[in-house]
């Protein structure tokens, strides 16, 4: 992605008890978001966690998805009017509350 990109990252803890579908999430979840989102959506990736940084160690969160726009008001103004659609969607593949971060691509 180029510098000056918004990337918005959907972060899943890892944690007891917690659980997530991959499977939905991929071919369910993001396929859908994809096509509420349009062209808005530049690119986007999921990634699956594996371990922590400590041998031995859990990954801090179970899964990751990142959308990335043009700038953070075609974010807003293409992901506002389906929110309500999207969130809905969640418990379908997790029990995880979702963390969301807004950054912008510096390199």
Do not use: R, W
Not at 4 to 18: A, C, H, M, R, W
Not at 31 to 42: K, R
Not at 56 to 79: C, D, H, P, R, V
């Amino acid at each position: 992605m180029k510098k000056g990109t918004i990337k918005v990252s959907i972060l899943y803890p890892d944690g007891e008890g917690k659980t997530f579908d991959m499977d939905y999430y991929c071919n369910k979840h993001v396929p859908m978001v994809a096509e509420l989102l349009g062209d808005a959506v530049i690119g986007a990736t999921v990634e699956k966690g594996l371990a922590g940084g400590e041998p031995g160690s859990t990954a801090t969160y179970q899964a990751m998805g990142n959308l990335y726009f043009e700038s953070i008001e075609i974010f807003q103004n293409s992901f506002g009017p389906h929110a309500d659609k999207i969130m809905s969607d969640v418990p379908n593949y997790t029990n995880i509350e979702p963390i969301l971060q807004i950054s912008e691509v510096m390199i």
